[in-house]
Structure formats: structure tokens, C-alpha cells
């Protein structure tokens, strides 16, 4: 990889890529790779008790302070429901939604995307995965397309597909603090920290390191 490479995240929530590949994403910033970060939803309905948009602001500010410690380039927000992302594409509508992606794609010429993998057990994850699946199945999406897991500890499916596996060991002490600057997501923190542990230490340890992030390759 060289230093002018781009790299396109794109997910459901502006937490999924760091439980899914914050040491990745570490890694590649400190390598000089531009990566830039598209979220559809800030998640403002994971507190039911509190104004939406005082939670929405609230995880917009945490979404960038964990960007600086990862050292993204970018990051946008889709403003999608949390919760109803599929709904929100529907109402919206697909094609249209589909065409705003073809051009931040074109936007941003990523030689490799990461996105929400489609047996994600979290509906909002697995409408993003759907929607970047049609637009690879339509044979729209030219380079490299991987998916990581969010709400897996070791994934079920996919294990015939190709894998890119990142050593992350000298970049996940980054990923858990990125992962802590999400403070208002204290009880997500506490439910995922050890996954995140157990998870990347035993890939990392089948790939002959102290931690590892695998993905499979579905473009």
C-alpha cells in the first residue's frame, strides 16, 4: 500500500467501526493512508430516557474525538434514524440512496471499502450491509469491498471467503481508547470490552501476533 492510498468505511453507526476495526484503522492512519468514515445514524436512540437530540449531539462529538485519536481524515453523518435505518432508505428512497453512495465512492476512489457484514445480528447493521451487497451484486462497486464483525465474537457465516487479517498489536490500546471516548455508550463499553479483548487476541493469536483484526472479502 502506498501512502496516497484512500480507504472508504462505511456502517450503520459512528462505533461500529471501531469494535469492528479500530486497531485496522490506527494502523493505517499511521501508515498515511487517508480514511475517511460515513455513519448513517449517530445511534441517538440508545438513550430511551433522554431527547434524541441531545444524545445525537452528544455521540457527534464523541464520533470525532474518537476519529482524532484513530487519526481518520473525515467523517459525515447520513442523519438516518437510529433504529429505522431501513425504514429511513425506503422513505428516502433506495435508488436515490444507492446514488448518494455511488458518489461518495467516486468522491473519495477508496482502493478498498469497509462496511457492516449482512448476518449481522443487529437490524441496522445488516441494512447498511444489504444496501453496499446490491450495489456489489449490480456490478457498480469496482475495488476491494470487506466486511467486519460488530456483534460477533467469531462469525457464523463466510468463512470460504476470502480474508485480510491486519496485526493490530502496537494499535490496540488506541482502539479501546478510542472505543472510551464514546462515554455516553458506557454500558455498550462495559458489555464489548471484554469481546473485544477475547476477539482480537485470539485472532491474533492464530495469525502469529499479540492481536488481530480479520475481515472477509466480499468484493
Known amino acids: 500500500m502506498t501512502s496516497e492510498e484512500s480507504i472508504l468505511i462505511i456502517c450503520a453507526h459512528n462505533d ?3 469494535i469492528g476495526m479500530g486497531g485496522t484503522i490506527a494502523k493505517y492512519a499511521s501508515e498515511g493512508k487517508k480514511i475517511h468514515s460515513i455513519f448513517f ?17 452528544k455521540r457527534y462529538f464523541e464520533a470525532k474525538k474518537a476519529d482524532e485519536i484513530l487519526g481518520t481524515t473525515g467523517t459525515e453523518n447520513l442523519g438516518f434514524p437510529d433504529l429505522n435505518i431501513e425504514q429511513g432508505i425506503t422513505e ?11 458518489q461518495k465512492i467516486e468522491e473519495y476512489t477508496p482502493s478498498k471499502i469497509f462496511t457492516n457484514a449482512t ?18 451484486d449490480e456490478k457498480k462497486v469496482y475495488c ?3 466486511v467486519f464483525e460488530v456483534w460477533h465474537i467469531a462469525k457464523l457465516k463466510g468463512r470460504h471467503l476470502p480474508k485480510l487479517v491486519v496485526d493490530t498489536s502496537e494499535h490496540f490500546k488506541k482502539k479501546l481508547e478510542a472505543f472510551r471516548a464514546h462515554k455516553s455508550q458506557w454500558m455498550v463499553y462495559y458489555e464489548f470490552v471484554w469481546k473485544l479483548y477475547i476477539k482480537d487476541r485470539i485472532n491474533g493469536k492464530k495469525h502469529k501476533g499479540k492481536y488481530a483484526e480479520v475481515f472477509y472479502k466480499v468484493n
Not at 433522554?50 to 445525537?56: G, H, R, T, V, Y
Not at 437490524?123 to 456489489?136: G, S, T
Open 16 to 18: 461500529d467501526q471501531i
Open 41 to 57: 445514524s449517530l445511534g441517538e436512540g440508545s438513550h430511551l430516557h433522554l431527547k434524541k437530540e441531545f444524545i445525537a449531539k
Open 92 to 102: 428516502r428512497g433506495r435508488d436515490q440512496i444507492k446514488k448518494l453512495i455511488l
Open 119 to 136: 448476518d449481522d445480528s443487529h437490524h441496522d447493521h445488516r441494512a447498511v450491509a444489504n444496501l453496499i451487497q446490491e450495489l456489489i
Open 144 to 146: 476491494d469491498v470487506y
